[in-house]
């Protein structure tokens, strides 16, 4: 049996969480970490939120958006050891570490949008 | 990228190379720009546990979801926040600057320019945040 290597897949999830993560992080953290706060703008109410997340659509596109980022930024941080810190000799427990992150970030997502 | 796993043996000869600096991404802006996009991926992270904190206190009722407003004004959740939204915007335009060599498109025999492809993902960013947005206060 043939050794397949995974580095390809997780260079495809880290393209397609940078560009997720790009197109939808940038306005929820603008709204929920800086607007909201500070009073810019109004909240949405708890029923309208609910609402709007407790749509099958949305979920959807919440366990996505939070999986594929989850994944993108691992692989990133990965590589930011090994060449930013030239950490060199942790290979396998610096990918644990990274990839072991997003596994469960990514099943809290899915357990959280599931039972929402 | 070939993955090569390496084993370091006791008796390994020792390889002539130059030795480089830890801090050597702080001598050339390029450099620095480098190590701050590769250090927006912890932001990214962050982002996303606080999407699910802010999702989970939004599936438990007003009293919680009124908490996590209330703790989102924190002056440590703020600044973590801000620096995370700059982060991530640093992010978001250098990806979106870098599409166009990773994504060559043609139509026909001619070739797109990288400055259309750059330009329609900055359009699909305003797009996508509008309608975040527009769900989320407008609707």
Redo the contacts between chains.
Sequence with gaps: MIKRSAEPLLWMTFSAGGVVAALVLPVLLFLFGVAFPLGWLTPPSVTHLAAVIGHPLTRLALVVVCTVSLFHAAHRFRYTLYDGLQIKHLNELIAILCYGGAVVGSLASVYLLATF | ?A?I??H?TEYHPRWLRPH?S?YW?LRKWSYFAF?LR?????F??W??????L???A??Q??AE??AF?EW??QPW??AL??S??AL??F??VT??NLAPQ?LVVHVGHKHVPGSLIAASNYV??VV??AI??W???G?
Aim: glycine content about 6%; charged content about 5%; overall charge negative.
């Design positions: 990228m993955h796993a390496e370091y480089i830890t991404w190590i590769e250090i927006s991926s912890l990214v992270a982002s996303v546990v606080y999407l699910l802010l999702v989970y939004a599936g009722g007003a979801y009124e407003l989102s004004r959740v703020m926040n801000v995370s939204l991530v915007a992010h978001a990806w979106f990773a699909a960013w996508v945040s975040v947005a769900l989320l206060i609707g």
